[in-house]
């Protein structure tokens, strides 16, 4: 069984920092993908970050780009996002997502099968 846990939302200042934290477990394979995406009220859900898991290829959408950073902890199957320089526009929930394999264009909602239950950010002006 596939489980995907967030941790680390809260407040923060404009121009502040946080770091979610997404561990998987029960995810047996190679080759897999994860990502975060964000949802903020009345808006669809954003594709944010994605990392190719065995290659460490990454993916940063325009509107975080220089701003937010991926990092990970192989042993601890955990996937970190960086948030620098927050901005007001960054408040969403955020979730985090994982799926076997790996394909171009794969950094999409639709092709992750395995969801986080989200953790809130909010960022404060």
């Known amino acids: 069984q596939v489980q995907v846990v967030e941790s680390g939302g809260g407040l923060v200042q404009a121009g502040g920092s946080l770091r979610l934290s997404c561990t998987v477990s029960g995810l047996t394979s190679d080759e897999y993908i994860m990502g975060w995406f964000r949802q903020a009220p009345g808006k669809e859900r954003e594709r944010i970050s994605c990392i190719r898991w065995r290659a460490g290829t990454t993916y940063y959408a325009e509107s975080v780009k220089g701003r937010f950073t991926l990092a990970r902890d192989n042993a601890k199957n955990t996937l970190y996002l960086q948030m620098n320089n927050t901005k007001p526009e960054d408040t969403a929930m955020y979730y985090c997502?994982?799926?076997?394999?790996?394909?171009?264009?794969?950094?999409?909602?639709?092709?992750?099968?395995?969801w986080g239950q989200g953790t809130q950010v909010t960022v404060a002006s």
């Open positions: 997502a994982a799926s076997r394999g790996w394909s171009f264009g794969s950094c999409v909602a639709s092709y992750f099968g395995y």
